[in-house]
């Protein structure tokens, strides 16, 4: 990219954030208007769907209600239920509505996010009205929303605003709401290692492991053990959470009736996955060094995700995967930059058609 076209992309990135944001806002409410509406839904119900009910119980538990907290509740892991308790009871709003307006902010942040930390506003568009999956899961109150948002500010900080001690603490926070941050951690530690930063690589692990030590010591002495949600998730998964690669998807079609279109749907993702961790390599033949940085990023984050997924075993590594792919979403979009459209006109009949295909989502979970 020569300096006039990077000025350019610069510009446009500068003048189109406030549309993506907007967009992924858009699209959002439309699948919680689309869903209550369609379904006979009250708003209530529609913020218990799915992992919902668990999050709202254990965030209830948080603020010292726990009538509606089971032992399967306790299998969510801490972050999410704890950020919707304290918004709860900053703002002294219902729960759901809590989960609703944590998703909205993270949604049009992370799409502003991942055009900056990339420096592609393609990327930013697609992360906007990309993918059905995770349109969906972050219309409801499920946790992949502030996941991505603290994933990717963490990043940013760490990597281009020179603050890697409040990046891994950011990216601490991330790994309290899912596991699977740890990988953008890693690509974010290798990244800063390869602009031979050491010493910010060291206060950015400072500032992840400390963050991690809290937050383990504080659920457990709330929870009675902080290990729980392991144990509860092997016995959801009949003790096998994690398989040979690939053994997920190859055997679930096989042993269980499964529509052909879901096999199809979830085979497709998972080439497109396969041919974004094949993308990497050529990020690494560049000769620029910030360039390099994000292909080190990039590479470990979307690599070591797409290994942890292809483990998953039992039912849930192929039903599920159209989920658990979304924590590397921004690298895997990233990668596959060259085949993203430029125009919004084209993002828009995009965003549309994830909306129709969240919203028959809905009618089959």
Request: glycine fraction near 8%; aromatic fraction near 14%.
């Amino acid at each position: 990219m020569t300096k006039r076209e990077y000025s350019v992309e610069v510009n446009r990135r500068h003048a189109e954030w406030p549309a993506q944001a907007g967009t992924a806002l858009l699209l959002r409410f439309a699948v919680i208007v689309a869903g209550c509406r369609i379904f006979h839904l009250s708003l209530e119900r529609f913020t218990t769907a799915r992992d919902a009910t668990s999050y709202m119980a254990q965030a209830r538990a948080m603020t010292g209600d726990y009538s509606r907290l089971v032992e399967f509740d306790r299998r969510v892991f801490p972050g999410y239920p704890a950020l919707i308790a304290l918004t709860h009871s900053i703002l002294h709003i219902p729960f759901g509505i809590a989960g609703l307006l944590l998703n909205g902010f993270s949604v049009a942040l992370s799409a502003v996010l991942a055009a900056y930390l990339f420096r592609d506003r393609r990327v930013g568009w697609a992360m906007a009205v990309l993918t059905p999956a995770y349109l969906l899961y972050s219309a409801i109150p499920d946790s992949e929303a502030t996941l991505l948002v603290f994933t990717l500010a963490g990043l940013l900080l760490a990597l281009d605003r020179n603050r890697p001690w409040v990046g891994g603490i950011l990216l601490g926070i991330a790994c309290c709401i899912r596991p699977p941050a740890i990988f953008a951690a890693l690509g974010g530690i290798l990244a800063l290692m390869d602009r031979q930063n050491r010493a910010s690589g060291a206060r950015f692990v400072a500032g992840l492991v400390l963050t991690g030590l809290c937050a383990f010591v504080s659920y457990h002495a709330w929870s009675g053990n902080a290990l729980l949600s392991l144990n509860l998730y092997k016995g959801a998964y009949s003790g096998r959470i994690f398989d040979w690669p690939f053994s997920s998807l190859l055997l679930t079609p096989w042993r269980y009736p499964v529509p052909l279109w879901k096999t199809m749907y979830t085979w497709f993702l998972a080439g497109v996955t396969i041919l974004g961790c094949c993308a990497v390599w050529f990020e690494f033949q560049t000769q620029d060094s910030n360039s390099k940085a994000l292909g080190r990023l990039a590479g470990v984050w979307l690599w070591a995700n797409t290994l942890f997924v292809l483990c998953i075993g039992h039912i849930w590594g192929f039903h599920e995967f159209h989920r658990f792919m979304i924590p590397a979403l921004p690298p895997l979009l990233w990668v596959l930059r060259r085949y993203l459209p430029d125009r919004v006109r084209i993002w828009a009949g995009i965003g549309f058609l994830s909306f129709i295909l969240a919203t028959f989502g809905m009618r089959i979970q």
